[in-house]
């Protein structure tokens, strides 16, 4: 059952608290960068991406977040992400071997107080469609979310 955990990110028990350290250093980095994001984002391809940031232009990023060596090497799915973003990042701890992460994404080094982009995402820029299409899930998604907070006795499978 996913619920909010005590860092205000959504979790299904599957994160573990270093996914969940670099996630919350991420969201404040891209909030001083004047992106709104939100995590475990479902896409309509079936994927959930980590995080999916929007900026006040409209800009859409993904920030896929690797906690480990072995979290990376298990998981090939983040190519899956491109036709849904702007620009693509992962978001690693500092001790992450940064020469295992693909080129033509973005890095981000994170821990639970902040973190800085290192490398700069390529641009791959969404469909007019796909992106408004994000962005309304993104706005639904989070109403529900606050409504599930206001009201605990709502589920989030309900929503």
Excluded at 66 to 72: G, I
Excluded at 109 to 138: P, Q, S, W, Y
């Amino acid at each position: 059952m996913d619920r909010i955990n005590t860092y205000g990110l959504l979790s299904d028990g599957r994160q573990s608290t270093a996914a969940l350290d670099i996630a919350r250093g991420t969201r404040r980095l891209l909030l001083a960068a004047g992106f709104a994001s939100i995590p475990e984002l479902s896409l309509a391809n079936g994927r959930r991406a980590d995080l999916l940031a929007l900026s006040e232009k409209g800009d859409v990023w993904i920030v896929e977040i690797k906690s480990s060596v072995a979290d990376f090497l298990a998981d090939r799915k983040w190519p899956e992400y491109r036709e849904y973003c702007d620009r693509l990042y992962f978001a690693v701890a500092r001790d992450f071997p940064l020469e295992l992460l693909p080129r033509d994404t973005g890095w981000i080094i994170a821990d639970r107080f902040g973190a800085e982009i290192v490398r700069d995402a390529d641009l791959h820029t969404i469909a007019a469609a796909r992106r408004k299409a994000l962005v309304n899930c993104m706005a639904r998604v989070a109403a529900h979310r606050l409504l599930s907070l206001a009201d605990p006795d709502l589920k989030l499978e309900q929503l």
